[in-house]
């Protein structure tokens, strides 16, 4: 049984989910054990949000994984409704890049980090099929796919940043608002 092109690119937000729940799940004991050790494993320039994500509650976190997920809904909609597949190969390339991460960080920790597991097991796997399935239908070509990845790969920090700022702002108003 063959999953159709449509199905597959709906799976982005089901698999960002399911990998984002393990983030959800293990973000804050574990940062809460381990920041002093990754601010000391990062770049200069990077210690800084270390010490911004090591605040970041899980209800916070939570918060932002809502955000991004609602970004990966509308991706996965404009690819279906044949308005373009531009803006989802470039979220798809952020999510699979992000999971490539997520090892790197284990591998050079030597130690588990959150989103390890569902980024071996769903974010590498989901894409490499997604990819196949994308060039083999002939919606995106390898040069234009490895454009796409490349993109994913220089954007995906900044996109992270960018929606935690977003997050943090947002959900004292959001908190505020659900208590009135």
């Known amino acids: 049984m063959s999953i159709d092109t449509h199905t597959l690119i709906w799976l982005l937000p089901a698999s960002f989910m399911v990998h984002d729940f393990e983030e959800i799940m293990f973000w804050e004991p574990w940062m809460n054990r ?19 994500f090591a605040g970041t509650s899980t209800a916070q976190l939570s918060f932002v994984v809502c955000l991004i997920f609602s970004v990966t809904v509308v991706a996965a909609l404009l690819a279906t409704a044949a308005v373009g597949h531009a803006f989802f190969l470039l979220i798809s390339g952020m999510f699979f890049v992000h999971g490539f991460g997520h090892i790197g960080q284990s591998v050079a920790m030597h130690k588990y980090v959150p989103g390890v597991i569902t980024s071996a097991l769903i974010v590498i796997p989901y894409g490499l099929i997604l990819y196949w399935r994308l060039v083999g239908d002939g919606l995106v070509d390898l040069s234009s796919l490895c454009v ?31 208590i009135r």
Do not use: C, N, Q
Request: no cysteine; hydrophobic share 50%; aromatic share 10%.
């Open 34 to 52: 381990h920041a002093g050790e990754l601010k000391r494993r990062v770049p200069k320039f990077m210690a800084t949000h270390v010490d911004a």
């Open 148 to 178: 796409y990845l490349l993109l994913g790969a220089v954007l995906i920090m900044p996109f992270i940043l960018v929606s935690h700022r977003v997050g943090a702002y947002l959900y004292p108003k959001a908190v505020r608002s659900l």
